[in-house]
C-alpha cells in the first residue's frame, strides 16, 4: 500500500528531473531558447494529472485543471519579476523576489472564485504584459561563453536533487483540496530549478534570456490547462487529455515557426 501511495509522487520527482536536466543541458550548449522551450513541457504537470483522476471525480480534476490555469499567471508573474532583476542584481535577491511574487499572487488567487473566461483573460494579461516589460531583452542567441567544464556527477545530482524537491511538494500536498492541489501543482519547481543551475553556468543575461522565452511558451501551458478543464467533464479524462497535449504541442509548433521567421532568442 505504501508503495501505490507514493507512486504518483515518484514519478512526477523523475519526470521533473529528467526536465530539468534536459532543459539545462540545452540552455548550456545551443542557447536560452531551447531550455525555456523543454522547460514549458508538461512532463511534471502531466504525470500530476493523471494521477489526479486515477484518484478522484471529474468534477476535482476539472476544478484542479482551473486553478491551474489562474495559477499558470502566477508562474508569468515569477518569471517577470525575476527577468527584470537577474542581470543586476544577486541570485537570492532575484530569485527570492520571483519566489515571493508567486506565493503574494497564489495567496489572491486562492480567493477568486474562477471561471473558463477570467482564468484565461489572467494568463494573457500577465503574459503580454511581461512580454512587453521583458521586450529590451536582446533577441539574439546567446550561447555559452567561457562555459565551466561540467564535472561528471553533475547532471546525476541536479536529477536526485530536483527529484527529492519534487518528493516533498508532492507528498506533502497529499491531504489539500482541488483548488489549493491545482496551485500546489504548477507549483515553479522547474523554473526555480533551473534558474539556480543556469545562473551559475551560463551567467544573468543570459538567464534574462531564458526568462523571456519561457514567458512566451508557458501561455500555450495555460491554454492546455484550460482545455482539460473545458474537456473532462463532457469527454472524459482521456479524450480531454489528449485534446490539452495537442494544444500544448500546437503552440510549441507555433512558436518554432514563429522562431523560423523572427528570431527570438
Known sequence: MSAVLWLPAVVRALATALLVVMASALAESVGPFWGAFVASMPMSAGPTYVFLAMQHEPDFVAASALSSCAANAAAGLFLIVYGL???????????????????????????????????????????????LLLSVVPRTDAPPVALLKRQWYELPLRAIVVALFVTLVVGTSSMLGPDTTGIAAVFPIILTSLIVILR????????????????????????????LHLAIRPWGFTIAFLLALTVSASWSGAMLALRTRTPIG
Open 200 to 227: 551559475r553556468r551560463i551567467g544573468g543575461a543570459a538567464v534574462t534570456l531564458f526568462a523571456a522565452n519561457a514567458l512566451r511558451s508557458m501561455l500555450g501551458f495555460g491554454l492546455m490547462l484550460l482545455a
Open 85 to 131: 532583476q537577474a542581470s543586476n542584481a544577486p541570485l537570492w535577491k532575484s530569485l527570492g523576489a520571483a519566489l515571493a511574487a508567486w506565493f503574494a499572487a497564489c495567496l489572491v488567487i486562492r480567493q477568486i472564485d474562477w471561471t473558463p473566461i477570467t482564468a484565461l483573460l489572467a494568463n494573457l494579461v500577465v503574459f503580454g504584459a511581461g512580454s
